[in-house]
């Protein structure tokens, strides 16, 4: 019985992906590196936030501050799901986040959602990151519910990778960030194309 949902949250709870991917190389040309393609730029998604900057950027100071100014740019780009409040509404289990970017982002983000969460799990509340199971394990600990009575949800390699490893049961989005081959590739199986087949996938399939 499923007693709990976690969920990521860029390109699960925020319809994001694409501007995201946007900040990456406008960051790269505002600091005069090699602009990353879409592909490199989606690699780096699931890595604490500052790991995704140095890994496409570089690790000059210089570069962080950047993109800090990119993203204040374009976060009002960055939308939630259609569906997000029907979808919270309906499911019945405890609800929470884990997510590899700031906690403030993360709140700030989430505007009027945030309320439907019991807590956020983010980067700096753990050593370890996603594919490690840490965080998830930290979440379900928290809800106080077992990892076999746990679904968690994510768009991204990492997020399938940590539910594996944490022992949770794990539906991929379709939002961006995988196609449903490169899913199916590592063993995911249980995939939906918007977070309003959610519901319905938990229900009947678990």
Excluded at 38 to 61: H, N, Q, T, Y
Excluded at 86 to 107: G, M, P
Excluded at 159 to 186: C, P, Q, Y
């Amino acid at each position: 019985m499923i007693k709990a949902v976690i969920f990521d949250l860029d390109g699960v709870l925020l319809d994001n992906t694409s501007v995201i991917v946007e900040v990456f190389q406008e960051d790269a040309r505002r600091c005069g590196v090699k602009v990353p393609d879409r592909k490199e730029a989606i690699r780096a998604l699931g890595l604490p936030w500052m790991d995704a900057v140095e890994k496409l950027l570089g690790k000059d100071e210089k570069y962080k501050k950047i993109h800090r100014e990119v993203w204040a740019e374009y976060e009002d780009k960055m939308k939630l799901m259609p569906d997000i409040e029907k979808v919270l509404n309906e499911l019945k289990q405890e609800k929470a986040i884990v997510t590899s970017k700031a906690k403030d982002t993360a709140k700030r983000q989430l505007k009027n959602f945030l309320h439907y969460f019991k807590f956020i799990v983010a980067m700096e509340d753990t050593k370890e990151h996603k594919p490690n199971p840490e965080p998830l394990l930290k979440a379900c600990n928290q809800l106080n519910v077992e990892p076999n009575e746990t679904v968690y949800v994510g768009d991204y390699i990492r997020d399938f990778e940590m539910a594996r490893n944490a022992g949770t049961d794990f539906v991929g989005i379709l939002s961006g960030a995988l196609s449903k081959e490169e899913f199916e590739k590592v063993g995911a199986k249980r995939l939906i194309t918007s977070l309003s087949e959610l519901t319905d996938i938990i229900k009947n399939k678990f």
